[in-house]
């Protein structure tokens, strides 16, 4: 670890470059692009073009019904209705969700849009009946040479060639989907922990799935969209847990198994709990992340691997890689905390949570990612603030915290007090990636006997290891 001087700009700077990092280079995007078929029609598509929505207008002449679909998608709306628990039918999606990252949309458009799938949504403005503002060359490039820049709601860079990239569209591969996937959070590898660059070019150890010289499977292979509408869900920006991929969309019959045993385990145990035993394989994914510290310091403090420990005018930060999975009860439901809510009394808000229980019938023990952080909230109102953190008049500028909430909290339509704490956070995020071969799956004693330390069987509401106490199993198991 090494330690640089730079001066708040500077560093404010920096926290943008991270930011703007999930939109790579041609070259590593392109670097191990799939092979596509190039539709021949395309080939005869001519410029010049102006910038993006222009490329876009020509689309339109033949795709004007794909147009229709996309706009009524979640990529698109960034909100959608759905029946959640405890709460029935309220706005979901990410215009509406809570993380401990960058907190919130609101007053952050203009950055966090970098990845909606239009072309400038900055501010009320944007038009979402227009259909010209969809970006189709974000998610159809195959050239990897196709980028967009930051700070302006997401545009199309105009060095682009974009004659030379219509021309070559196609079904999306790897790359594209991780141009935003991939970077979520801020910069690379942040927030999920199993979606990172290096599954673009992965080996069967990475992910067995998306293995290069293995089965190579594009996105789409298990989230099989029609119409544009891409099955999947992430728990905190979509906690009905509707539209969602299973393993068993695909592996499907009895037995599933070699060994009857492990599908009458299968009953409790989800597939991922077993297939995916670790994650954050290849780059250290972000653990931890604490607002408060931001201005304390004027140095950052860097990994030898690069990864940021301390950036001033965004706080401290913990990564970790090789993760063994935190383990909770899951029926596909989520709870989640809502803007304007009052905190609970508690050492730590609870962001969302997977719902189920071990008398659950619907609910199988799942492996999650557990994000914890430190985040502004008002002391009066007793409640999350959203702070505006881009921009001139942004926290990452200005470490002005008073400011910061009082322009965020007018956002997102909520009173400010003038008073502000800092308080801990956890935000759960499933792990259905980075799926190991079938031999390093978990075996028993990984799960069983009196030296495993990976289940917390108590926490999961047995009294102990269900293999050594009879009738603790939820199905009686043939041994």
């Known amino acids: 670890m090494h330690s640089r001087k730079s001066s708040t700009h500077e560093l404010a700077l920096l926290g943008l470059v991270m930011a703007l990092s999930g939109f790579a280079s041609g070259d590593e995007q392109g670097a191990a ?37 996309v706009m009524q998608t979640s990529h698109w709306t960034w909100s959608v209705n759905q029946e959640v628990y405890g709460r029935g039918s309220i706005a979901a999606g990410k215009r509406h969700a809570i993380n401990n990252f960058c907190y919130g949309v609101a007053s952050n458009l203009s950055k966090c849009t970098e990845c909606h799938i239009g072309y400038g949504w900055k501010d009320d403005a944007f038009d979402f009946d227009d259909p010209s503002r969809i970006d189709c060359l974000v998610c159809h490039d195959t050239t990897g040479t196709y980028k967009r820049i930051g700070g302006d709601g997401g545009m199309a860079d105009p060095a682009t060639d974009f004659e030379f990239v219509a021309r070559n569209v196609g079904s999306p591969g790897r790359a594209n989907c991780g141009a935003c996937h991939f970077y979520g959070g801020g910069a690379h590898a942040v927030k999920h922990g199993d979606l990172e660059k290096l599954l673009i070019d992965a080996d069967a150890a990475i992910d067995v799935h998306m293995a290069s010289d293995g089965l190579n499977f594009r996105c789409q292979q298990c989230h099989k969209t029609e119409r544009h509408e891409i099955p999947g869900r992430s728990m905190a920006v979509s906690p009905g847990g509707t539209n969602a991929v299973a393993c068993t969309d695909c592996h499907q019959g009895k037995p599933l198994h070699k060994h009857a045993l492990l599908d009458q385990h299968a009953l409790s145990v989800a597939c991922q709990t077993c297939h995916i035993p670790i994650f954050a394989k290849g780059e250290a994914t972000k653990t931890y992340w604490d607002w408060s510290a931001a201005g304390t310091k004027p140095e950052s403090e860097v990994r030898d691997d690069g990864k940021p420990l301390y950036v001033p005018v965004k706080g401290r930060f913990r990564w970790e890689r090789n993760i063994v999975p935190a383990y909770r009860w899951f029926n596909g439901k989520t709870g989640v905390h809502r803007w304007g809510e009052d905190i609970p009394q508690g050492d730590e808000l609870v962001l969302n949570w997977p719902v189920g229980d071990r008398s659950d019938p619907e609910a199988k023990i799942y492996p999650f990612k557990l994000n914890r952080g430190r985040q502004i909230f008002d002391k009066v109102h007793r409640y999350l603030i959203n702070p505006h953190l881009v921009g001139d008049d942004g926290f990452v500028y200005t470490l002005d915290w008073d400011t910061a ?35 390093n799956a978990l075996g028993c004693r990984d799960c069983h006997g009196p030296t495993q330390k990976r289940l917390p069987w108590k926490e999961l509401g047995y009294d102990a290891d269900p293999l050594y106490v009879p009738g603790q199993a939820r199905f009686p198991l043939d041994r």
């Open 405 to 439: 909430s009082r322009l965020g909290m007018q956002a997102r339509g909520l009173d400010y007090s003038g008073q502000y704490g800092f308080i801990d956070s956890l935000m759960y995020i499933r792990i259905n990636h980075m799926v190991a071969p079938a031999d």
């Open 33 to 69: 692009q799939q092979p596509r078929p190039i539709i021949e029609e395309h080939a005869q598509i001519e410029g010049p073009f102006a910038d993006g929505p222009d490329v876009t207008d020509t689309c339109l002449d033949c795709h004007e019904q794909a147009a229709h679909d």
